[in-house]
């Protein structure tokens, strides 16, 4: 079976980008792939999104597939 991980996190990142200014959200960074830190190969389709409100408090957003 497919998961979406991929999609669901670009959609999120889209979705706080395009109304940034609209938004508390102030900084929106990019989707960071769950990858081997050596040798760079995938762990699992987990994703995650760092993001800034207007405040400065920072927020990790995480998009992972459950088994």
């Not at 999120?12 to 938004?23: D, L, P, T, V």
């Not at 999104?49 to 992972?64: H, L």
Request: proline share 1%; hydrophobic share 35%; aromatic share 10%.
């Amino acid at each position: 079976m497919l998961a979406y991980c991929d999609y669901i996190a670009d959609e999120i990142s889209h979705k706080f980008w395009s109304q940034q200014s609209e938004n508390i959200v102030t900084k929106v960074g990019n989707v960071k792939y769950d990858l081997h830190p050596e040798q760079g190969w995938m762990i699992s389709t987990k994703k995650t999104i760092d993001m800034t409100d207007e405040n400065g408090k920072m927020y990790r957003v995480t998009v992972e597939e459950i088994c």
